[in-house]
């Protein structure tokens, strides 16, 4: 009896001495990051509207074409993003390294963000970096591939889904992507990495042994970020993406959860504006909502069964997960959300890993023998057709939920109310254990 006592008692300690190592650890970070934030801050130059200012910057992607014009959204010494907007000539791509000297145009939005743009600046291409000109090759044969097989805007949705190649959409096809809340699919962002990423791993989970089925997912991703242009948002999403899926491979839940802490400190110490990055902010929190809410409904042996089971179940708990951990994000800075937004990606999210494989496949072969990578890109048709019919249909059923602004004690709140919440299940479900 006193041996079973002392036991629970040692058992005890352990787990505070544990508690407080971490948050030891982790109270280091804080202030370690403080004192960076502080000197980085301290020290950022503060740019004026109507200052000239000269730079050069390498594209990690090719401008943007609207109308008559290349935008170009480039980013300063100090962190700062600026937004060039030049004419149509010369063209710029992928890999250009180009100097712009203009003058700066500042205005402030309703956040009281500042917003930096240069309207038709003096802007030359220097050179082309040798390895990204090599890549760029590759993106322009790909992109000529799918743009003379599928017609529009399936070739340019295609793209945007496995490569994250941004191509001209409609319009109207692209106000339904956003009211039905599955703009993320196409946009270059972290979070889209992530749920591809866990969307992969689920479906290829299903016909391949569970470490397999991971590494092909790291491979994916990895993939992904090479073609997709190495755009910031995409590298710190592939390296969190990674860091848990080899946690996973693993076995280990803990790898996944100090690892993601660690990039995350390396990255915001490395260049502490990534704090008020969109990216990085819904990469992280949507790799964490993949970390410790997805789990929770695989915890019960028949929800999980059924899941399993079930057409879309993997692709819902992989959203719901995700569009947990991001809402307050995604309020904030965009300002509405989508009532239909988990139905919708619950209906249309399985077709992504399938297009993916064979967009993936499609483009390979194509790169080697072009007329066979067009006809096995055909077989992307009828899931593209399918994706379009059921976002034309949530994009006609009524506008998101639009929020102008978000106090931030609101947004705190969520949160800890999302973590007591999450924490409450866990501890539940181990006692039933």
């Known amino acids: 009896m006193k041996r079973s006592k002392r036991k629970l008692a040692y058992t005890k300690f352990k787990s505070i001495m544990r508690d407080i190592k971490i948050a030891s650890i982790i109270g280091i970070f804080v202030i370690l990051l403080s004192f960076r934030f502080f000197f980085f801050y301290q020290n950022q130059p503060q740019y004026n509207d109507g200052e000239y200012i000269s730079f050069a910057i390498t594209l ?35 890999g250009d390294k180009v100097a712009i000297s203009g003058t700066i145009n500042k205005r402030l939005l309703n956040n009281k963000k500042a917003l930096l743009s240069i309207y038709f600046p003096k802007i030359k291409a220097v050179k082309t970096e040798p390895g990204l000109g090599i890549i760029n090759s590759v993106r322009q044969k790909i992109i000529t591939l799918f743009s003379k097989t599928l017609p529009s805007p399936y070739s340019s949705f295609l793209l945007g889904v496995v490569f994250g190649i941004k191509e001209p959409l409609p319009a109207d096809f692209k106000e339904s992507l956003r009211i039905s809340g599955v703009m993320h699919v196409i946009a270059a962002s972290g979070m889209n990495v992530t749920i591809i990423g866990g969307v992969v791993s689920s479906i290829f989970g299903f016909f391949l042994k569970r470490q397999l089925a991971l590494i092909v997912t790291i491979g994916v991703v990895i993939f992904y970020a090479m073609l997709a242009g190495f755009e910031p948002s995409i590298v710190r999403a592939s390296i969190m993406g990674i860091l848990v899926f080899t946690s996973q491979i693993l076995g280990r839940q803990n790898m996944a959860r100090n690892g993601l802490l660690a990039a995350g400190f390396l990255m915001l110490f490395t260049e502490p504006n990534l704090l008020y990055d969109i990216g990085f902010q819904l990469s992280f929190a949507a790799t964490l909502g993949l970390l410790y809410i997805r789990p929770l409904f695989e915890q019960n042996k028949k929800t999980k069964i059924a899941l399993k089971k079930s057409l879309i179940g993997s692709d819902l708990t992989t959203t719901i997960s995700a569009q947990l951990a991001t809402l307050p994000i995604l309020l904030s800075n965009f300002g509405s959300y989508s009532l239909w937004s988990v139905v919708a990606n619950g209906l249309v999210l399985w077709t992504i890993p399938i297009l993916m494989v064979i967009g993936g496949v499609s483009a390979v072969i194509g790169l080697i023998f072009m007329p066979l990578g067009g006809i096995l890109l055909y077989l992307a048709y009828p899931f593209l057709l399918y994706f379009e019919k059921v976002v034309g249909i949530f994009g006609k059923m009524g506008e998101a939920v639009s929020v102008e602004a978000i106090p931030w004690p609101i947004v705190i709140g969520y949160y800890i109310m999302l973590v007591a919440c999450v924490m409450f299940f866990s501890r539940r479900n181990i006692h039933k254990k």
């Open 60 to 94: 990690l992607s090719d401008p943007q074409i609207i109308g008559n014009q290349q935008r170009i959204n480039a980013n300063l010494a100090s962190g700062e993003r600026v937004l060039v907007i030049t004419s149509l000539l010369p063209e710029f791509h992928y």
